[in-house]
């Protein structure tokens, strides 16, 4: 069974840029995650979403920074405009029903903003 | 709201040598906790997880955690440790309600050399 898909895996980008990174989570999953990891700050909850509903996006750094999920088996992240900064790892996770806190995490996606 | 704290961000270690990696946590109300384990790289993958039960839990790998919840601890250790546990640790909570995400301290890193 395919686990969770992100994509790009790496991105290099000029500041100002638009960024969109993809995520297909395992499917029969019902909840997704955004988390964003720097060395800074580590593992950073941006947004999460249940039964493609968002419920809590108080991680979400600024308006810059969108987040949706039009079905059970597509998310987006997208930056608008990037800014250097924003260079981190952001990781898609997936949750089903197997118990309140295992998430199965995508590999991420690399973005550098120059 | 909760926070996790991971004592010791690096665990340099050798081949064969018993392994702690230490985690206390704050909540206001009862929590479940966990060990993600990130491998270069990669996403991160559960390790092990305490709901309800033994406060003694056996995860992948050899690897074991204890609840203790008078010390609000739930610390990672593996009596032998080989090079393949080089990796990033991380432990996790969420609060035992509906609705909430996992929040992550921010890592420890286990080297392990010959």
């Known amino acids: 069974d395919a686990g969770v898909i992100q994509s790009p895996r790496h991105e290099v980008t000029e500041m100002g840029q638009e960024v969109t990174l993809r995520c297909k989570p395992i499917?029969?999953?019902?909840?997704l995650f955004w988390y964003r990891q720097t060395m800074m700050r580590g593992l950073e909850l941006l947004i999460y979403?249940?039964?493609?509903?968002?419920?809590?996006d108080s991680g979400m750094p600024e308006d810059r920074f969108s987040a949706k999920m039009p079905n059970a088996s597509f998310s987006t992240l997208k930056i608008q405009p990037s800014e250097p900064r924003d260079s981190a790892v952001y990781f898609c996770?997936?949750?089903?029903?197997?118990?309140?806190?295992?998430?199965?995490f995508g590999e991420g996606s690399r973005l550098t903003v120059l | 709201a909760q926070s996790v704290t991971q004592l010791d961000s690096q665990v340099p270690v050798f081949e064969e040598a018993p392994v702690e990696l230490r985690c206390n946590y704050s909540?206001?109300?009862?929590?479940?906790l966990f060990w993600y384990v990130q491998y270069p790289n990669q996403g991160l993958q559960l390790l092990l997880k305490?709901?309800?039960?033994?406060?003694l839990v056996k995860g992948i790998n050899g690897f074991e955690a204890e609840f203790n919840k008078s010390q609000t601890s739930f610390h990672l250790r593996k009596p032998s440790v080989h090079i393949s546990d080089t990796a990033e640790y991380f432990c996790?909570?969420?609060?035992?309600?509906?609705?909430?995400?996992?929040?992550f301290g921010k890592g420890t890193t286990l080297s392990v050399s010959s």
């Open positions: 996770a997936s949750r089903g029903t197997g118990g309140p806190g295992e998430l199965f």
């Open positions: 499917s029969g999953h019902n909840s």
């Open positions: 979403f249940n039964n493609n509903v968002p419920i809590d």
């Open positions: 909540s206001s109300v009862s929590v479940y």
């Open positions: 305490y709901l309800s039960g033994s406060t």
């Open positions: 996790a909570v969420i609060p035992n309600q509906a609705g909430t995400a996992l929040i």
